[in-house]
């Protein structure tokens, strides 16, 4: 099993927190894209090979503020049928290979919300076209959580001061993540089959986390 983990960048924290719904096909998109890449890399096509995911959805960063993101706990391979069920487990996934991942989620992400009319882009930006009657009183409240800003009293809209520890050492190295545009995609902590002790912790770690 690998954990996937996907942040988004902060427009689209603040969109999946206030729609809900966008944020669960946006999920079926990411979950297609890492599916197919894991098929072809165990060099089968999709009518022939599956693999599975149990996903869970972090709504708070470690400073307890918004942030909307991600943890797919994923099959490390792919099941096939020939024509006894059997599991081909695939290599983990290159630093080229997460970077042309994150850039084909996003991209797909991006044509998704274009066509439901929350994305607008033209030659040189892109933004987010919400409408302000669709305002809650929420809002200020999510927007100033997403960038670490105090949302309320005299010091509405200063940063809030955060203490930042020394990040936890992977399994696997810092190669296994990739960013781009605000996306980034990390795929640094596997268990093996054996691992049974290891498995449950990454599962405690996300469903805790996810609640």
Same mark, same amino acid.
């Given at each position: 099993?690998? +954990?996937?983990?996907?942040?988004?960048?902060?427009?689209?924290?603040? #969109? $999946?927190?206030? !729609?809900? =719904?966008?944020?669960?096909?946006? /999920?079926?998109?990411?979950? %297609?894209?890492?599916?197919?890449?894991?098929?072809?890399?165990?060099?089968? *096509?999709?009518?022939?090979?599956?693999? @599975?995911?149990?996903?869970?959805?972090? %709504? $708070? @960063?470690?400073?307890?503020?918004?942030?909307?993101?991600?943890?797919? /706990?994923?099959? &490390?391979?792919?099941?096939?049928?020939?024509?006894?069920?059997?599991?081909?487990?695939?290599?983990?996934?290159?630093?080229?290979? #997460?970077? +042309?991942?994150?850039?084909?989620?996003?991209?797909?992400?991006?044509?998704?919300?274009?066509? %439901?009319?929350?994305?607008?882009?033209? =030659?040189?930006?892109?933004?987010?076209? /919400? !409408?302000?009657?669709?305002?809650?009183?929420? &809002?200020?409240?999510?927007?100033?959580?997403?960038?670490?800003?105090?949302?309320?009293?005299?010091?509405?809209?200063?940063? *809030?001061?955060? #203490?930042?520890? #020394?990040?936890?050492?992977?399994?696997?190295?810092?190669?296994?993540? =990739?960013?781009?545009? @605000?996306?980034?995609?990390?795929?640094? *902590?596997?268990? +093996?089959?054996?691992?049974? &002790?290891?498995?449950?912790?990454?599962?405690?770690?996300?469903?805790? +986390? @996810? %609640?």
């Amino acid at each position: 099993m690998r +954990q996937w983990v996907l942040s988004v960048p902060f427009p689209l924290r603040f #969109l $999946f927190a206030s !729609q809900p =719904a966008i944020m669960s096909q946006v /999920l079926g998109i990411v979950y %297609r894209a890492l599916a197919a890449h894991l098929i072809k890399k165990a060099g089968f *096509v999709q009518a022939s090979a599956h693999t @599975g995911a149990v996903t869970l959805i972090q %709504r $708070f @960063g470690s400073a307890l503020n918004l942030n909307s993101h991600f943890h797919m /706990l994923f099959l &490390d391979g792919v099941y096939i049928e020939t024509p006894k069920t059997k599991f081909r487990p695939v290599m983990g996934p290159t630093h080229n290979e #997460l970077v +042309q991942l994150v850039h084909t989620v996003s991209h797909r992400i991006a044509r998704f919300l274009e066509r %439901r009319g929350l994305l607008v882009r033209d =030659a040189e930006n892109a933004y987010l076209d /919400l !409408q302000p009657e669709d305002e809650s009183p929420m &809002d200020t409240l999510m927007g100033h959580s997403i960038t670490y800003r105090i949302a309320t009293g005299p010091n509405a809209g200063r940063k *809030v001061l955060t #203490l930042q520890t #020394l990040p936890a050492i992977e399994d696997e190295g810092s190669s296994r993540v =990739a960013s781009m545009d @605000g996306f980034s995609l990390h795929a640094g *902590v596997a268990t +093996q089959a054996h691992e049974r &002790d290891k498995l449950e912790r990454v599962c405690r770690y996300i469903a805790l +986390q @996810g %609640r």
